[in-house]
């Protein structure tokens, strides 16, 4: 495993984190809990030390197996990361933004609770919150850090805007935006990030699946499926697209004998101004795939290679 000094959190993270999206909802394919217990303490065993979870992720499930998950292990050995802010409304069905004190104090009862545990080192304003003002959420997380039950404070989704406006009233030590090979969307506003020592999280990595290479013909995932919902990966053009690039991951995991998922890892955690990547693991062997990304490391050529590629697919 390789490892990043976060600068304004000063802590050591693992270049890879779980990502725990998937195993908490319903529409993201088939989970099993017991198995994706089994992967999260995979992914610690294999140097991980970092994980990142919602309490939307299936109202509260997601919380739950990472509670389990990380039951037995030293709580000053791994870093747990959620969020606030992103209520599950479910009479209408959808989510409600709520960065308020009130319902920050709420949430984080809640999370700790979910989570068995006394305290965050990460907690994250999960999207902007247009209808409160961002000095009485940062009053709310400011109260938290001298309470003692948060340690570092997040944003996610947040614009280089929004980002300097918070800071008016509270440090920002980390930032969640989407980035991967097929979503380059918000790369500036990673490296400004990085230039003032907020250090990142990527999330959707491996681009809801669709780097792994273990799919190759447009799929017909149910209704509903966020794979389709929150993602455009597998809709046209894009999708063919994407299976041009993954001729050129092909030849390079080849190369190296190894998983075409490992040439992504690689290339979004070589990247200096990413933190960490967000992986997702639904069992044992993903995370010990996923691990194993680090025994090797693309050269500087094949970076190069890629994203000349990327340039000439204009994919992110």
Known sequence: MRYKQFKNADVLVSSLAVGTWAIGVDNYGQVDRQEAVKGIRAMIDGGVNLIDTAPCYGNGASEMIVGEAIREVPRDKILVSTKFGLVPDLYKGGYTRNASYKNVMREIESSLLNLKTDYLDFYF??????????????????????????????????????????????????????????????????????????????????????????????????????????????????????????????????????????????WSTQKSFVGTALIGVRNEQEAKENCAAFDWSLSEKEMELLDK??????IG
């Open 125 to 266: 304003v999960h999207w902007p919150d247009l209808d409160t003002p961002i000095d009485e959420t940062m009053a709310a997380l400011s109260t938290l850090k001298k309470q003692g039950k948060i340690r570092f404070v997040g944003v996610s989704n947040f614009s280089e805007e929004q980002i300097t406006e918070a800071e008016k009233y509270l440090k920002i030590d980390v930032q969640q935006p989407p980035f991967s090979m097929v979503n380059q969307k918000f790369t500036e506003l990673l490296k400004w990030g990085a230039e003032r020592n907020i250090d990142s999280l990527t999330y959707g990595s491996l681009g809801a699946g669709i780097l792994s290479g273990a799919v190759r013909k447009l799929p017909e995932y149910e209704k509903g499926d966020l794979r389709i919902t929150f993602y455009d990966f597998y809709k046209e053009p894009k999708f063919s697209l994407i299976m041009e690039l993954l001729k050129t991951m092909d030849k390079i995991a080849e190369a190296h004998n190894k998983p075409v998922a490992q040439v992504a890892i690689n």
């Open 309 to 314: 590629e990327l340039t000439r697919l204009q």
